[in-house]
């Protein structure tokens, strides 16, 4: 049975945490006024829920933000097939996940506000739902979450971990504390191997790898509809996406767009940022540098004249993926890390990226070493291999599907073998097939 956690710097933290209850509620009315809570679902955080317990076995899986919660549907879905009695309790932090959650969640699961990492939010947040079993995305260790679920014998899982090398070096500095919150957990899976290094490190127990669970993702939603009006506003146009770019990212971007244009003087670049509110910000870099632009924010169309066409808004990249043959994955010439590739695969773009992937280092590697992407050191390269895909049909045709079918098949055989290997889990947990 695994044990609250003992070493000093989580029990000073817990104490601080049971103390400082209205200093967690001030961060809350803080972030509510920054925007970044629900004022009509603020409760959930303090562990209020806003919805019944359903009936039966409930599994609660828990993921930080946009990307973790996206990598966790068709894991609900998977299991939902399996074990058709089962409800699914999904938490996240974000107002954007919640959105996506509530359009995307089958019928057997519900979202939920994660509680505050604070005891008394926490005990009301678990007392509330009472889950068999519970499954945490990639890095959520709070300590006073794992530690009030460990004392209910509450059996875990942590899914498709992952550390960065600066938090394994923080850790290694607390390696009784990183031990004892590892332990909680019946299961450890990482994505990948280097991760799995890391927390074996830390846990000094096994831990096994099934690769990354974001390439199990559904497909982005991408409304037929709206990609026939697009289409409708292109006629034909040759066209290209820089998806989830960051601040001086879009420079570059546009640099290459410049050079294409050179060559091809329709080409449309559809430019997508990672944070949509920036679409003020981003517009006025394309005028300074000479772009006629529409912005899909202000229901702008793209016409003759349109050289950018700015997807500043909330849920539709799918929808942009589907128009483009090739996409630039963002994140990946400043040292953000990139972004998951997957997401483009799926929907059968011929990926280009940067050099600073090491979020997803292994999934390019693979990607690049079955045709399906291509490593773009600079807005040079940037500029060349759109060149030569854009005017060669066959070669931009073959690395698209190429693209797609490796995507399709890593998924299967990821959210197959999770599936597997979480049975000892469920079945701790009374749940079986």
């Known amino acids: ?117 604070q005891p008394h939010f926490v005990r009301r947040f678990l007392d509330h739902w009472k889950p068999d079993a519970a499954f945490f995305v990639e890095s959520e260790l709070w300590p006073v979450m794992l530690g009030e679920a460990a004392k209910r014998n509450l059996p875990m899982a942590l899914i498709n971990g992952r550390m960065s090398p600066r938090s394994f070096e923080s850790w290694q500095g607390r390696k009784r504390a990183a031990r004892e919150l590892l332990g909680v957990f019946d299961i450890i899976i990482a994505q990948n191997q280097e991760n799995a290094e890391r927390f074996e490190t830390l846990s000094e127990s096994h831990v096994g790898t099934l690769g990354n669970l974001k390439l199990a993702a559904d497909p982005l939603p991408a409304p037929q509809g709206m990609v026939a009006e697009v289409e409708g506003w292109l006629a034909g146009r040759p066209r290209w996406l820089a998806a989830s770019t960051h601040e001086t990212e879009e420079v570059q971007v546009l640099s290459a767009h410049r050079q294409i244009l050179a060559e091809l003087p329709n080409t449309v670049l559809f430019l997508a940022p990672r944070h949509p509110s920036r679409g003020d910000e981003i517009q006025d870099i394309c005028h300074d540098h000479g772009f006629s632009v529409a912005r899909r924010s202000h229901g702008e169309k793209i016409d003759e004249t349109t050289q950018v066409y700015i997807a500043d808004t909330l849920g539709e990249l799918g929808i942009f993926y589907s128009l483009s043959d090739i996409a630039f994955v963002g994140g990946s010439f400043p040292a953000i890390g990139g972004h998951n590739p997957l997401e483009p695969a799926r929907l059968g773009c011929a990926i280009l990226h940067g050099p600073q992937v090491f979020n997803f280092a292994d999934t390019y590697e693979a990607m690049r070493q079955s045709g399906s992407s291509a490593l773009v050191r600079n807005e040079r390269d940037l500029a060349a291999a759109l060149s030569r895909l854009l005017s060669d049909e066959m070669t931009r045709k073959t690395m698209s599907d190429q693209a797609k079918e490796w995507a399709e098949e890593s998924a299967k055989t990821v959210l197959e073998g999770l599936i597997e290997a979480l049975e000892p889990v469920l079945l701790k947990a009374g749940i079986q097939d």
């Open 1 to 117: 049975m695994p044990t609250p956690p003992k070493a000093w710097s989580l029990r000073t933290y817990r104490a601080a945490t049971k103390l400082l209850r209205p200093v967690a509620n001030y961060a809350l009315e803080r972030r509510l006024r920054a925007g970044k809570e629900d004022p009509s679902r603020l409760s959930e955080r303090r562990g209020i829920p806003s919805l019944p317990r359903p009936d039966g076995k409930l599994i609660w899986l828990h993921g930080a933000s946009v990307g973790e919660s996206l990598s966790v549907l068709p894991l609900v879905e998977g299991l939902a097939l399996k074990y058709p009695d089962l409800k699914f309790l999904v938490t996240t932090h974000t107002v954007t996940s919640a959105e996506l959650m509530g359009r995307r969640l089958p019928e057997s699961a519900v979202h939920q506000y994660v509680p505050i990492d």
